[in-house]
């Protein structure tokens, strides 16, 4: 299987984002000089029971690995630890009114990761398994925002994300993943975040950071393999700032 280029993605999501933000800047000084007059933008969102959109972001993932009793015993890998590694996402929103304050939020889509788990062995030389990742999400978050000041208010998330990864090394050929820690392509994680929305005459603009911790163990157990073998439990962290665009 020929390897997914990730950070090239990344670089290339980055700079579309940024020229994204720079629209965005933009339209939120025009829309200044309509709110000068006092024609508020988020009155008719306000009456809106349900709104659609889209979202970008920017991932960073890593695991959080305990060590099992065999590391102990072991007498080859001295250290293992898991590194950050970038990457990017692309979700739909389904937003429902639940009052004024209350939102319930469905938001399925695409994550692309990669997870980095480092090893030093007992004559100090470094190596390294990579784990590409293209995850299917739902996320479940429930969002509470303030009363709006003109046109913006801000708003924190929590909530509940399933994780499907299409391309789990668990599923792949033997003599393609047979030196490669084994993870499951199932995960769910809890979330929590919080942004600020920016209402415009056609949509509202919501940047947002977002910080996801697994609570399922991914690692299926490889006795075969010392660099599984050490290994216990790897939880899924990720922080991600995302882009919405609602209408």
Same mark, same amino acid.
């Given at each position: 299987?020929?390897?997914?280029?990730?950070? *090239?993605? /990344? $670089?290339?999501?980055?700079?579309?984002?940024?020229?994204?933000?720079?629209?965005?800047?933009?339209?939120?000084?025009?829309?200044a000089q309509f709110n000068a007059k006092g024609n508020y933008n988020f009155m008719d969102f306000q009456s809106k029971p349900y709104y659609f959109g889209i979202t970008f972001g920017l991932n960073n993932g890593t695991y959080k690995l305990n060590r099992s009793s065999n !590391?102990? =015993? #072991?007498?080859?890998? #001295?250290?293992? *630890? &898991?590194? =950050?590694? @970038?990457?990017? #996402?692309? *979700?739909?929103?389904? =937003?429902?009114?639940?009052?004024? /304050?209350?939102? +319930?939020?469905?938001? @399925?889509?695409? &994550? !692309?990761?990669? $997870? %980095?788990?480092? /090893? %030093?062995?007992? &004559?100090? #030389?470094? /190596? &390294?398994? %990579?784990i590409e990742s293209v995850n299917f999400e739902t996320p479940l978050l429930l969002r509470f925002k303030s009363a709006p000041y003109k046109d913006k208010r801000l708003f924190v998330i929590t909530g509940v994300k399933y994780s499907y990864d299409v391309v789990s090394n668990s599923r792949v050929k033997r003599n393609v993943a047979q030196d490669l820690v084994q993870i499951s392509p199932h995960d769910f994680s809890l979330e929590f975040g919080?942004?600020?929305? !920016?209402?415009? @005459?056609? !949509?509202? +603009?919501? @940047?947002?950071i977002k910080f996801s911790q697994g609570i399922s163990n991914r690692h299926i157990f490889k006795d075969s393999l010392n660099e599984s073998r050490i290994l216990d439990d790897l939880l899924s962290q990720v922080f991600t700032i995302s882009f919405h665009f609602e209408g």
């Open positions: 299987m020929e390897s997914i280029k990730f950070r *090239h993605l /990344y $670089h290339l999501s980055f700079c579309k984002i940024i020229l994204a933000c720079c629209f965005v800047v933009a339209a939120i000084q025009v829309d !590391f102990i =015993n #072991n007498d080859s890998i #001295n250290i293992v *630890h &898991s590194l =950050n590694d @970038p990457g990017f #996402n692309i *979700h739909l929103i389904a =937003n429902i009114k639940i009052g004024d /304050y209350f939102d +319930f939020r469905i938001l @399925p889509g695409f &994550s !692309f990761m990669e $997870h %980095t788990i480092q /090893y %030093t062995g007992s &004559s100090r #030389n470094e /190596y &390294s398994k %990579t919080a942004g600020i929305q !920016f209402f415009f @005459p056609y !949509f509202i +603009f919501s @940047p947002e």
